[in-house]
């Protein structure tokens, strides 16, 4: 029996599956009166989480064993069915909060953006595997997959949804730069992303987007409109002091804060456990992010390092960017806390995600144990991090 789990990363099985854990409590703690309030059961959105946590953990222990060099094989069709996706839930999915972002499969919404982020991971660590002999080449090794992507982003940009869609275009460039990128390519596309922005901003900037910022950076100007979301997440933060409310006891999520149980989420943890239960989720998060990069440092190929960068890369932006807008830092964007916050496409594209890491962590630790008892399927050379715009291999 314990043969079958040989190799295996047991801090990246144990900790998202505690946070998981961990959100579906707090989820029904901070769901339980809105959910009344609307005529619905209390438990409502946490049985739903519960369903989806169930099928996130089926998925996580096959792809703990699947092996992950074998997603080279399956590329173009997961390429292929996120394309078809995207489009789709732009001409069926279901209007919520003036986007239309998911679609509804069997009563529960599926939301494609959450799954292509894992797509486009998959698919630029193979790409860029692909293209070593060539990566410092713009037009030959980055230009095709970087359009191709983007692509990928722009039909999430139209939904609308800002905040995948930022998360996405970060993914990319960590990746881009951990693939060896020569660093005056990386500079140009800076200055022409740079540049696009510029242009774009007053054509897709409606009011109620510049509502969004001005009530990140100065909510009391405009505390009724505006500003009211953070707010009330301040006034969330700070009556929980260092120890919290207690447990069910939050005074925020009773009307007052909207998405308690999404995006503000850590609100109401911060509210009902203090500091202390902040700095716990805050602190299993980190252990996840930087046991996925210690993965990717300890890899033998390409195409492991760079999936696990992408991994990890994913889990550090959606967690900075939803704990950046509770907290003022960023424009509230709707994005959720990773493995915590309500969400059932989320939670399974993570728990899949961790599967998947956990899968490289079993053939980097198995090497460790015995070389000879892994052979490697092919004979890519591995990159290091970028210095210089130059490569080196090991």
């Known amino acids: 029996m314990f043969r079958l789990f040989k190799g295996f ?65 399956l590329i173009k069709l997961m390429m292929g069915v996120s394309f078809v ?83 996405l275009l970060l993914i990319i460039a960590t990746m881009i730069i951990s693939a060896g990128v020569r660093w005056r390519h990386i500079l140009l596309l800076v200055f022409a992303s740079t540049m696009f922005i510029i242009i774009i901003i007053p054509v897709v ?14 909510p009391f100007s405009d505390p009724s409109l505006s500003g009211h979301h953070l707010i009330q997440s301040y006034l ?3 009556g929980g002091g260092l120890s919290g409310e207690g447990l069910g006891q939050s005074v ?11 995006d503000f989420i850590m609100s109401v943890i911060a509210e009902e456990l203090g500091i202390f239960g902040v700095f716990i989720v805050v602190g299993l998060l980190l252990l996840i992010i930087l046991r996925g990069l210690y993965i990717a440092n300890k890899c033998q190929d390409n195409f492991g390092t760079l999936l696990a960068i992408g991994i ?13 807008a509770i907290s003022g830092v960023l424009p509230i964007t709707g994005v959720t806390l990773p493995f915590v916050s309500y969400g059932g496409s989320s939670l399974l594209v993570l728990m899949a995600s961790m599967g998947i890491l956990n899968n490289i962590a079993k053939n980097v630790n198995l090497k460790e144990m015995d070389p000879k008892s892994v052979r490697e399927i092919d004979n890519d050379k591995v990159v290091q991090p970028n210095r210089g715009g130059q490569t080196w291999s090991s």
């Open 9 to 73: 990363d047991f801090t990246l099985i144990i900790t998202p599956i505690l946070l998981a854990l961990f959100g579906t409590v707090m989820i029904y703690s901070a769901s339980m009166v809105s959910t009344t309030v609307l005529g619905l059961e209390s438990t409502y959105y946490f049985h739903r989480q519960i369903v989806w946590f169930l099928l996130g953990l089926i998925v996580f222990w096959f792809l703990c064993f699947f092996p992950y060099r074998y997603f080279k094989n």
């Open 85 to 167: 996706l995207l489009v789709v839930v732009l001409f069926f999915g279901e209007l919520e909060n003036n986007a239309i972002r998911s679609i509804n499969v069997f009563g529960f919404n599926m939301q494609p953006s959450e799954l292509v982020k894992l797509v486009i991971i998959i698919y630029l660590a193979y790409i860029f595997t692909k293209k070593q002999a060539y990566i410092h080449h713009f037009i030959k090794g980055v230009l095709p997959p970087l359009l191709l992507v983007l692509v990928y982003a722009f039909l999430i940009f139209i939904q609308p949804d800002i905040g995948t869609m930022g998360i």
């Open 312 to 324: 990890s890369s994913m889990i550090a932006f959606q967690a900075f960017i939803n704990l950046g």
């Open 205 to 218: 900037m409606t009011e109620k987007r510049w509502d969004r910022v001005f009530g990140a950076y100065d």
């Open 252 to 262: 925020q999520k009773l009307g007052y804060l909207w998405g308690a149980h999404t």
């Open 236 to 238: 969330a933060i700070s």
